[in-house]
């Protein structure tokens, strides 16, 4: 059986929405992970999802090289607008890591994360690792890998590009930034309190060195508060990575 230039092409198509479309998702395709294994990734999904049956089955004309360039560009734009949910999804996880950080005593020692490439706090670094482990957990990578499925049959190759509604991606980014303050909030609120505390026994005792009590301190809450809203943060997080997919789909189907 020999394959046509036609067919070529429109697995080249394919193969380049799925790599621009992973390269978005850290377990699967982020900066910690080979450049040869991404690679490989994609062939396999792009092998996967292309429409055999159909190809083999109908004569398609191959295109022109220009028509070729301009389909390749229009699936990197598709791919990266479904990717971009992806991306906001795991923003979502540093915001939430950040704003834990933040006056936790740990704002001074950053640690860079190749995943989501940024520098974040040890504290933030425990929690993207924790919902990064959560995203495994929950089966996140299949669920982003239906949703790259289910965009060839919203958007078949070399179809023409969506309309791109700015509103709904400005709203979606909203929400998701909501999300993460959410998430980070019971240690946000916990520290708060702290300082206020801490604000006040420097005005009762001022003999009392409130800096070096109140490091210590503020690290060990941080910490306590953590284990004790895990609870409250899988739930959130169980319903951010579930809707993942959707997400996905949305920035395409508008």
């Known amino acids: 059986m020999l394959i046509s230039i036609a067919q070529t092409q429109v697995f080249f198509l394919v193969l380049t929405r799925v790599l621009a479309v992973i390269i978005h998702i850290p377990n699967l395709g982020g900066q910690t992970i080979p450049t040869q294994i991404r690679v ?4 396999i999904l792009a092998a996967i999802l292309v429409p055999w049956n159909t190809l083999l089955s109908a004569e398609v004309e191959s295109m022109a090289l220009l ?16 990717g971009y949910a992806a991306i906001l999804t795991f923003a979502v996880i540093s915001i939430a890591g950040e704003t834990m ?23 933030g670094q425990l929690f993207v690792v924790i919902s990064m482990l959560y995203f ?28 791109f509604s700015v509103e709904t991606l400005m709203r979606s980014t909203a929400q998701l930034i909501a999300v993460g303050i959410q998430i ?10 702290t300082d206020i505390t801490l604000g006040l026994l420097s005005r009762v005792a001022p003999q009392v060195q409130v800096y070096f009590l109140g490091l210590p301190l503020k690290i060990g809450l941080s910490l306590f508060a953590l284990g004790l ?16 997919g959707a997400r996905m789909l949305s920035m395409v189907a508008f």
């Not at 490989?40 to 062939?43: D, E, K, S, V």
């Not at 609870?231 to 997080?237: A, D, E, T, V």
Request: charge should be neutral; charged fraction near 10%; hydrophobic fraction near 55%.
């Open 40 to 43: 490989g990734l994609g062939l």
């Open 136 to 163: 495994m957990a929950l089966n996140g990578h299949h669920i982003s890998l239906v949703a790259l499925q289910k965009s060839f049959s919203f958007l078949p190759v070399n179809s023409p590009l969506p309309v």
């Open 101 to 123: 950080g933040i006056g936790s005593g740990f704002g001074s020692d950053r640690i860079f994360n190749p995943a989501i490439e940024q520098s974040v706090t040890p504290i």
């Open 184 to 193: 980070a909030f019971p240690i946000f609120a916990a520290l708060l309190l």
């Open 67 to 82: 028509t070729f360039a301009a389909a390749i560009l229009k699936e990197i734009i598709i791919g990266t607008f479904i």
């Open 229 to 244: 809203s895990l609870s409250i943060f899988f739930p959130y997080l169980r319903e951010l990575f579930s809707n993942l």
